[in-house]
């Protein structure tokens, strides 16, 4: 009967076992505890079949003892296994001992040696014999008690590796931070040492192996309570957890900018947010339990969220809604965009939505959609609006029988002052021009829209208005400039040019009155600027041929069909030569002879100017200098220079590196600029003239009198010469005014000590009256046209060679 009481024993530990994994559930921790008790229930089977000569023979006895004798070896290990898993679980302070010593290896190799023990269990090394014992004062035989054999070294070995383990796995779980596993570990170790320490006592043949069993009721006992203990703290710790949860939970939900709320089936509130109650103007709390019509000031909003909650918990399907209008309590209108989804807690359904402020972000859209409109300079609608709205106009325009008119504008001369008087008063001007044109309209016209399409281009368009309305609204735009423009530091007179093209008569498509306005606008261009001029189809025929100009010299440029002239500058007292003029000249391959006052314009107008002056200037300075080292005397020769290139940022560097170049004196190169410079920035252009003037060049006013008045500049002004437009000495001897304007130049220049040249001297008469007024430097056809590179050398030079140059007022003869 002690046999059936003993195995009745093992029954605690596989209890245990079983609730250990009830309590904390299927971890690894709990598994290796179960897998503990397994052993140990296992231990007590063992045991007790040392009790069982009354239920079996010796021999099924000696088997069954062998064969479940793992259980008490096991144990150690598994020991191990625990304090190894309850480590990686929690967090620890890194050590030596738990990197060398805590880890899968160690485990595994424990395991290994605990199998290597049972295994020597069944050989007659390890367990020699069984032997009798007796009961005390009796003869019968109580159980068979293994006598250990040649190897029982090794299961006292293992009862020392029980001891090892226990003290590693006692200062490893000091170092463990999760004190409810701490606490649980420490018992464990502890009851488990005690236990295993009572089934010693097995070893007293006295005591009939009755130990075994109270050591396994010890462990299945003992360390069910820390096992309990544990998960009771593991659970405190856990509510605590999911209220500390539950208060971060709101406050995420008040600092969230979003509002968050949540209904019930009957339309109260049960959830809001801070910022939801912001919204309406309340605390978020006074909310709870109420209905939304009750504080939303939006009814139609109110009674529109009710319809789609119902909807919602109708469903139990997400409702998104990508943009709604709302007012908040200040009456401000706000967007929001929303997602409602059902909630479904204990039978219990609810409806959560979020909303999110997209206020801002229509602002920006609508912000976009402005600037994809609009001249962000001027604030004018650009050119795309511009396209937009031509189309929409001529549809209209073609239902109702009516015309549009398309205006294109240009400001004169815009690069130079954009170029002289910098960006800043540049783009200052652009929005003072785009103010004035946007308050054109007039008592006839009043459906016009006006556009910035970029740089100085601005277009409007008319609607419903005849050509003579256009007529009446176009030169009320060109009024508009009469006025001055003051910039910060500058008043200035700016003035426009304007093409016109008409919907029907001058295109039925948008592409087409575009064009044929822009050819109008250079046709008013080409005519003197400050005026306009409606699209003919001539003009077309002379665009279409300023188009084949344009591309013919660009193609000259590069392929030899420009060369340089020159004129001599002739002294009238000694009829000797004081200089030379270079002119350019161009006979196209496709086109033939073309006039410089055809081809110039438009190198100017294009930019082509920059090349083409750049080119003129080197070969005329490398053709000097080839004559000096012929040993022709030495003549300075001049070289036009138009506003454009005058202002361009790298016109001085360019000019000295020319000279550097072909290794021409500076003195011996004279630069013809118009007297238009002055009406820009004058300290600019003073600037300039004096670096000029430093490197030794001479300045000469060219066409004198022709451009603005600049007469209070000259003598600020770093010049040699003025020289006499043709203008004024054609027709000199019969035209009145022509003779007084020259005898004022001529005078000016005296009295300022400047030397003065007249140009364009095709008659005696002419020289006569020039002479006789003191102007004694001439150039014309009547001394000679301009000569070739070639006739220039036979004609003047070579005449002269060897003279030796004399100076007369700054002036070189010879």
């Not at 530990?13 to 921790?29: D, E, Q, S, V």
Request: proline letters at 3%; glycine letters at 4%.
């Amino acid at each position: 009967m002690i046999f059936l009481l003993m195995i009745s024993f093992a029954l605690f530990p596989l209890a245990a076992g079983i609730t250990t994994i009830y309590i904390l559930g299927k971890t690894k921790l709990s598994k290796l505890l179960f897998i503990f008790f397994i052993f140990a229930s296992f231990w007590q089977i063992d045991v007790s079949f040392l009790h069982a000569h009354e239920f079996f023979q010796n021999s099924i006895i000696e088997f069954l003892f062998q064969l479940f004798r793992f259980g008490s070896i096991m144990v150690a290990p598994t020991l191990f296994a625990v304090i190894y898993t309850a480590i990686n679980q929690t967090q620890m302070i890194e050590s030596r001992m738990v990197k060398y010593a805590v880890n899968k290896i160690t485990v595994v190799t424990l395991y290994i040696w605990s199998t290597f023990v049972y295994l020597i269990g069944w050989s007659h090394k390890g367990i020699q014999s069984f032997e009798l014992v007796k009961s005390q004062g009796l003869i019968k035989v109580s159980f068979l008690y293994p006598v250990y054999g040649d190897w029982s070294w090794i299961f006292n070995f293992n009862t020392c590796m029980f001891i090892i383990i226990t003290v590693i796995s006692l200062a490893l779980s000091k170092k463990l931070k999760d004190s409810e596993t701490k606490t649980f570990i420490h018992y464990f170790i502890i009851i488990a040492t005690v236990g295993y320490c009572i089934g010693f006592l097995n070893m007293i043949k006295s005591y009939l192996l009755l130990p075994s069993s109270i050591a396994v009721l010890f462990l299945s006992i003992g360390i069910l309570i820390p096992v309990i203990r544990m998960h009771k703290k593991i659970i405190t710790k856990m509510n605590n957890a999911l209220l500390d949860q539950k208060e971060f939970f709101y406050k995420i939900i008040d600092l969230n900018p979003s509002y968050i709320y949540a209904k019930g089936q009957d339309g109260k509130y049960t959830v809001t947010n801070q910022a939801y109650g912001v919204l309406f103007g309340v605390n978020s709390e006074d909310l709870i339990g109420n209905h939304e019509m009750d504080y939303n000031p939006d009814l139609d909003m109110a009674k529109q969220n009710v319809y789609i909650d119902y909807e919602v918990l109708t469903t139990l399907a997400e409702k998104h809604i990508p943009e709604n209008e709302i007012i908040d309590a200040q009456g401000n209108k706000r967007w929001i965009q929303s997602v409602k989804l059902p909630i479904v807690s204990s039978g219990d359904k609810q409806v959560l939505t979020v909303a999110t402020d997209i206020t801002q972000r229509k602002i920006n859209e609508k912000r976009r959609e402005w600037e994809a409109l609009h001249d962000p300079l001027t604030g004018l609608p650009n050119r795309r609006a511009f396209h937009q709205d031509l189309n929409e106009k001529m549809k209209t325009a073609a239902l109702n029988n009516e015309n549009v008119a398309v205006i294109f504008l240009d400001l004169d001369r815009f690069k130079i002052i954009n170029d002289t008087l910098n960006h800043e008063n540049g783009d200052l001007l652009l929005k003072k021009v785009a103010e004035r044109l946007s308050n054109a309209e007039d008592k006839r016209v009043t459906d016009f829209s006006v556009y910035r399409l970029g740089g100085d281009e601005f277009t409007f368009i008319l609607s419903r208005v005849t050509k003579d309305e256009t007529t009446i609204f176009v030169k009320r735009v060109l009024n508009i400039f009469k006025k001055s423009f003051i910039l910060k530091d500058h008043e200035l007179y700016v003035t426009s040019s304007l093409g016109i093209s008409m919907y029907p008569t001058d295109g039925d498509h948008p592409d087409v009155l575009i064009k044929n306005a822009d050819i109008a606008m250079y046709c008013s261009k080409e005519s003197g600027r400050n005026s306009y001029s409606f699209f003919t189809q001539e003009m077309n025929h002379d665009y279409q041929k300023k188009m084949v100009l344009e591309k013919a010299l660009r193609k000259a440029l590069h392929s030899n069909e420009l060369k340089i002239v020159y004129q001599p500058k002739m002294d009238i007292e000694t009829n000797s030569i004081t200089g030379m003029e270079a002119l350019v000249r161009w006979e196209s391959s496709e086109l033939g002879m073309i006039s410089p006052t055809e081809f110039i314009p438009l190198a100017e107008e294009t930019g082509i100017i920059l090349p083409l002056g750049e080119w003129v200037l080197k070969s005329a300075c490398f053709q000097n200098k080839i004559w000096q080292d012929m040993g022709y005397t030495p003549i300075p020769v001049s070289v036009n220079i138009s506003m454009r290139q005058f202002y361009d940022d790298n016109f001085v560097e360019s000019v000295m590196n020319i000279l550097k170049e072909t290794n021409l004196g500076a003195h011996y190169l004279d630069l013809e600029i118009t007297e238009s410079i002055s009406m820009t920035n004058i300290n600019s252009v003073i600037c300039r003239l004096n670096d000029l003037k430093a490197m030794g060049i001479s300045i000469s006013i060219d066409d004198f009198g022709t451009g603005y008045s600049s007469l209070s500049y000259l003598k600020k002004f770093p010049i040699n010469s003025l020289k006499i437009d043709r203008s004024f000495v054609k027709d000199i001897t019969s035209n009145s005014e022509n003779r007084a304007i020259v005898k004022t130049i001529i005078s000016m220049a005296n009295n300022l000590n400047l030397d003065v040249i007249a140009e364009g001297v095709e008659t005696e008469e002419e020289l006569l009256f020039l002479k006789s007024n003191g102007c004694l430097v001439v150039q014309g056809y009547l001394f000679s046209p301009p000569l070739s590179g070639e006739e220039f050398e036979r004609t003047f030079l070579e005449q002269h060679k060897g003279s030796v140059l004399s100076k007369r007022k700054g002036r070189t003869v010879f």
